[in-house]
């Protein structure tokens, strides 16, 4: 009988791990609005990792005064959460501010990280089936949109990505 209750507590235990794990994904999934964002491809199909395509998001790319790219350079000592703004730009939304602090009010926002080499926005790559992957990278040469889902506290869900 001690056996069973510890496979139980530990099955549980992993359920919980398994279900924080998700959580941004499938809240962004569940109660975000949807945004569209020019997308562009960033690494071709990976046989380790399957068919996925790595995305980048030129316009959420800021850049500044001296021309180089903010999200990309972190201040020597600070690392960690990153906040980018966005702001309507015709069909799409594009960056429109980058920040340590959580936004406050309306105003959309995407919640990153950059505590390793690159931002991370958790909406960075699309798995699709083998037999629709190079279809897909003349779609994203050609240029394409993302649709992402964001909920109210930033998290990011890329739904689809397809022509514009």
Aim: aromatic share 6%; charged share 30%; glycine share 8%.
């Amino acid at each position: 009988m001690k056996k069973i209750a510890t496979l139980a507590v530990v099955v549980a235990a992993q359920a919980i791990l398994a279900g924080v794990a998700v959580a941004p994904q499938l809240s962004a999934r569940v109660t975000g609005d949807t945004y569209l964002l020019r997308v562009v491809p960033v690494d071709p199909i990976d046989p380790f990792r399957g068919a996925y395509v790595a995305l980048g998001y030129p316009d959420l790319d800021l850049v500044g005064d001296d021309g180089q790219s903010e999200t990309w350079m972190a201040d020597e000592g600070e690392r960690g959460a990153i906040y980018v703004v966005l702001r309507k730009d015709g069909d799409v939304w594009v960056a429109d501010d980058l920040r340590r602090d959580r936004p406050t009010g309306d105003t959309p926002y995407i919640a990153c990280d950059d505590r390793d080499w690159a931002v991370e926005c958790g909406i960075d790559s699309f798995f699709l089936p083998q037999d629709e992957a190079s279809a897909m990278e003349d779609v994203l040469r050609e240029g394409a949109i993302a649709e992402v889902r964001i909920d109210g506290r930033g998290h990011a869900a890329l739904i689809d990505v397809r022509a514009p």
